[in-house]
């Protein structure tokens, strides 16, 4: 016991007190902000390995961003990841960042479903499917809920059996040995209930889009509720993007 | 690739099963790609002792008319190469004990055989009982189904359904094709062993071009991995301590874990070393002030690492759940053809760290950690053991941070009509990664083989006569990966 004790205080204060103001180290790549310095644009929609970029007007689709960087190190006066970990929206054309913007990527209050808030605001239960995912974005679904982000302090779970859940949270680009799991699992959770992507995998295929070995039918059939960009997601940016929608976001 | 020796298939099989009935040889891969409408089968065995590989080859006319004799009953360690080769060339074995579907990849021959109906071992009983798991399991991991045959809490047998992961990631390789989707593609195959199949992905890269890493590279790669291995072992005994519920354990395992990953954050943006290994350069350079953050970071880490694990050692309650439980003997171990720390907790000396070093292992003279036992346990302590050495070399490492490359030199294309192999200790165990060159420099095939590969069957065998409510701990004391394994 008294060892125990010992233990806990040396680990000193662990948890992240507010999660809205981390100041992330600068080699962080967050939401990008691009100029509107004239560029060869072709070269860097070319440069890009999952065509996230598009040219006039210059555009990153942050659903496609695997945040490489390397159109940053290619045109550094031309794009500037920042620090700002904030870029989940329920709208899936809020994940295109265009030249000359720079403002924060939000959940659209006015979009989100009545009963999302009505139900889920006091208490959200989450039930994960990994469809191919590489499992760094499963490991950070898992760290929110460690120690230093702690995301049960928001009555925000992670659940075993979707019966218990109020909400899906798909990984991965959605392989087809996966697909019917997938359904079975949604079908299981009763109504009303959500679907959160996280990771660029999900929302948009990544670096497999295209792949023989996916089967993406089941985003085509359902209306996505929350999309949370990353390679993977960073704990911050789920738990804020989440916040968000449940109608908890500062 | 022409000095590759092509033999006919009786003396190819004959020369690989009696190679790997020699002491301290191994199948590092074995696998099959179509050639002009036949199939070129390649099989790499490492000699760990003599520190070489043996690469032979065979050219088979495709779907030939008689069953072939196969490896795995000489040896099972080639079951699961053979079973690949099964699925997706439609290769008929005359005598393979366990001819089943491996991933149901999206090119298998027989499209036919879905996933749903797997072949499961079946005994009709009206004692024993069957008990499925997945393939979505209860926490957030990845899928598969484990098939359980029990006698009351007892399990008997249990035999693991993999393939859900499956996305088919070997053949992108050849259809994206530029450097950076390629690179992309290797820190995706199992996206927490990122440093591990990077590495090995940028060694053949290099090495098909004749580019020679810049010691400022090599050191990035070994500093990564190296954290890479720390992040995971720490993270496994997190969860390890959760499955017994031992709360404080996976609390302050957890955190611990946090400071690794989070420093490989402040180096290259991202806690999973995403961005970090490129080929024929490195975006970002290791500063001085960097290596002072980590050197400090790993003083403050130690003691309460060690005072954790000490701690954790010392309850009875905890030893109680993890000593003697799922326990793979030496013998198992080496007749199916573990690696990794799986391998060594099973009194395996194997290590590619010590037996076929790269760039900055090459100068290390490393000793492998190995444990006896092959239980729970030793699984265990070599996570701390091998901490521990990390934690030195790392130590070693950043008292010569090697000079920045200025500018970095452009990579020249590949050389036409190579292969090149690749072999990285990742944190779970050996990564190999073959590929070969066409006529114009492109890749003409490259194959990827995680050490889960090999392991599999090493967590199905460990289970056996446990009770069932230790599976969830034997399992995380492996730790291995679907993805890898799906590929």
Redesign the interface.
Known sequence: MI??L???I??GR?YIGDITAVK??E???GRPVISQIPVNGPELVE?C??GAISNEPFTIDLGKC?????CA?ARPDKIR?TQDYRMATNVRDGLLVKEGEDRPIQVNAAGIRKEITRFFRGSLKLR????????????????CS???FDMGRFGIE?V??PRHADGIVIT??V????A??LQL?YDAIPDPKIIILAGS?AISG???AG????NRSFLDKYRIDLFVPG??V?PLTFINGVLALIGKGK | MGDIPELNYGDFLHLNTQLVLQQGNHCVNYYGFPAAGKIKLICCMADDSAHTLKISSALLAEVGPDRLSSFTARHLSFHAFERELHEVFAIEYADHPWLKPLRYAFNRKHQQNRIENYPFYRIDSEELHEVGVGPVHAGVIEPGHFRFICSGEQILHLETQLGYQHRGIEPLFLSKKNLLQQTILAESIAGDTVAGHTTAFVNIRESLSGDIPADEWSFARAIALEMERMANHTGGLSAICADIGYQLGAAVFGRLRSPLINFMQQWCGNRFSKGLIRAGKNNFPFTGELGAKLGSLLDAFEPDFTEMFQTMKSLPTVMARLEKTGVLTREQAESIGAVGMAARSSGINRDIRSSHPSGLYAQLNHQAVVKHHGDVYSRIRIRYDEIHQSMGYIRQWLREIPLRVTPDPIIQKPAPGLFSISLVEGWRGEICHCGITDKNGAWMHYKIKDPSMNNWLAMALAVRNNEISDFPLCNKSFDLSYCGHDL
Do not use: K, W, Y
């Not at chain 1, 695997?66 to 390397?70: A, D, L, N, P, R």
């Not at chain 1, 392989?175 to 996966?178: H, L, T, Y």
């Open positions: 060892d125990d010992r233990i806990l040396h680990q662990q992330l180290p080699s962080f790549r440069l390995p999952t695997v945040f490489c960087g390397e190190f990841f994960q499917v990994c469809a191919g995912g590489d499992n760094s974005c499963e490991t950070e679904l898992n760290a460690n120690v230093n992670f075993a059996s991965g680009p392989s087809e040995n996966m019917d799991p699992t995998e990544g670096i497999f792949s023989p070995a996916l390679n993977p960073h």
